[in-house]
């Protein structure tokens, strides 16, 4: 399956998906290593630190303080990594809903994390951006 560029058969091909769970986003201070036990989904080195976005259960068992509770929302259309347009086009259609929204980007799909009690509600305005761009 080739990478999909273009905007419009992006936006309508989303298919946004809600994964089972509530996530959490950690910080530790040290970027060597991601610690023994932990699974997380994904893992960014910042000068500050490690950045852990894991399953909420897990960062309690592991005592991560966290500040944030997300739903995991994955786009399944196939976007290509230099597409233009897709995240600011979802990004814009959640904010108008007065959702926020965090993104990673996988190599095969967007990921966005959005405020845990509103996920459904995300996956909902995503659905109605694709068949809105359909038409």
């Known amino acids: 399956m080739s990478a999909e560029r273009d905007l419009r058969k992006l936006l309508s091909g989303m298919r946004p998906e809600l994964n089972e769970g509530r996530y959490v986003i950690c910080t530790l201070p040290d970027t060597a290593a991601v610690p023994a036990g932990l699974a997380p989904v994904a ?3 910042e000068a500050e630190g490690m950045t852990l976005v894991l399953h909420q259960d897990e960062a309690d068992a592991a005592g991560l303080a966290y500040t944030y509770t997300a739903g995991w929302i994955t786009l399944r259309v196939h976007s ?4 233009v347009g897709l995240t600011g ?4 259609a959640l904010a108008e809903h007065g959702l926020s929204c965090n993104v990673i980007a996988g190599y095969h799909h967007d990921h966005l994390f959005v405020a845990a009690d509103r996920a459904a509600e995300a996956v909902s305005v995503l659905e109605e951006l694709a068949a809105r761009s359909a038409e």
Do not use: E, K, N, Y
């Open 89 to 92: 086009a979802f990004a814009a």
């Open 80 to 83: 290509a990594l230099d597409a």
């Open 43 to 45: 893992t960014v080195c």
